[in-house]
C-alpha cells in the first residue's frame, strides 16, 4: 500500500515536471541523437557541462578551431523546413564567469543564428544583437525552463523563459539548423560555470 502510494506520488511528480510544448499544434515528440563536443579544458558528464576558468591552449577536437572553452551537445536535429520545438530546464550549479553560451540554434549554412547566453546577475541575453530576455532568472541554484520554437517555413522563431515569450524574430534568415545546449565562453565571455540541464524535449509539429 506504501509503495503504491509513493509510485502514485512519484508518477503524479513526473508529469508535473516533464517538458511540455508551447504553442497550439499537433506536436508530435522526436528523440534526436547528439554528439558530445568538449574543447580547451571542458568536460561534460552526462547531462552537466563543466568550463573551467581559461581555456588550456589546445584547438583539437569537434567545435574547437577557434580555442573557446566549449562543452556541449549537438543534436542532429538538422532541419530548413518544418516547425520544430526544443524545450530544457537548467540549473547553473556554479559560475564565476560571465558571458556564457548556453543554449544554440545553430544555422549550418550561416554559422551561428540565436545563442541564448547567461552574463553576471542572472541575465539572460541574445548573443547575437544582444537583446535581453529576462534579468534576474538565471542565478545559482535555480531552475530555468526554455522553450524555442522555430518555424522555418515562414521564417519565425520564439523564444520563451519560463513559459513567458522573451524573444521573437520573424524575419528569421533560411538555412539547415541545428540545436545544441551546454557551456561555451561567447568572445568576450570566461569560465567557469557547470550548468546541469534536464527534461530535454523536441518536437515537431505535424
Ligand atoms: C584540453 O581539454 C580538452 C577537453 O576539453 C582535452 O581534450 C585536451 O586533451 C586538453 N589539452 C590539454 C593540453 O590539457
Not at 22 to 30: D, F, I, M, P, R
Not at 56 to 68: D, I, K, L, Q, Y
Not at 160 to 165: E, S
Request: glycine fraction near 14%.
Amino acid at each position: 500500500m506504501l509503495i503504491k502510494t509513493l509510485l502514485a506520488t512519484l508518477s503524479a511528480a513526473s508529469a508535473v515536471f516533464a517538458a511540455t510544448p508551447l504553442e497550439s499544434g499537433n506536436w508530435v515528440s522526436v528523440n534526436p541523437g547528439f554528439q558530445t563536443q568538449t574543447c580547451a579544458g571542458g568536460s561534460v558528464s552526462g547531462t552537466t557541462f563543466t568550463i573551467p576558468t581559461s581555456p588550456n591552449g589546445s584547438t583539437s577536437g569537434s567545435g574547437c578551431s577557434n580555442g573557446h572553452l566549449r562543452a556541449e551537445r549537438r543534436y542532429n536535429n538538422d532541419y530548413s523546413s518544418g516547425v520544430h520545438q526544443f524545450a530544457g530546464t537548467f540549473k547553473i550549479n556554479s559560475m564565476g564567469g560571465s558571458r556564457i553560451a548556453i543554449k544554440q540554434t545553430f544555422n549550418g549554412d550561416a554559422g551561428p543564428y540565436f545563442i541564448l547566453a547567461v552574463d553576471t546577475g542572472g541575465r539572460l541575453y541574445s548573443v547575437e544583437g544582444g537583446a535581453t530576455l529576462a534579468t534576474g532568472v538565471a542565478n545559482v541554484g535555480s531552475s530555468v525552463t526554455i522553450n524555442t520554437v522555430h518555424n522555418a517555413d515562414i521564417h519565425s522563431y520564439r523564444v520563451y523563459v519560463n513559459g513567458q515569450l522573451a524573444f521573437r524574430d520573424d524575419n528569421a534568415p533560411g538555412g539547415s539548423f541545428y540545436d545544441k545546449f551546454g557551456a561555451y565562453t561567447t568572445d568576450s565571455g570566461t569560465g567557469p560555470m557547470s550548468i546541469t540541464w534536464s527534461d530535454v524535449a523536441f518536437w515537431t509539429r505535424q
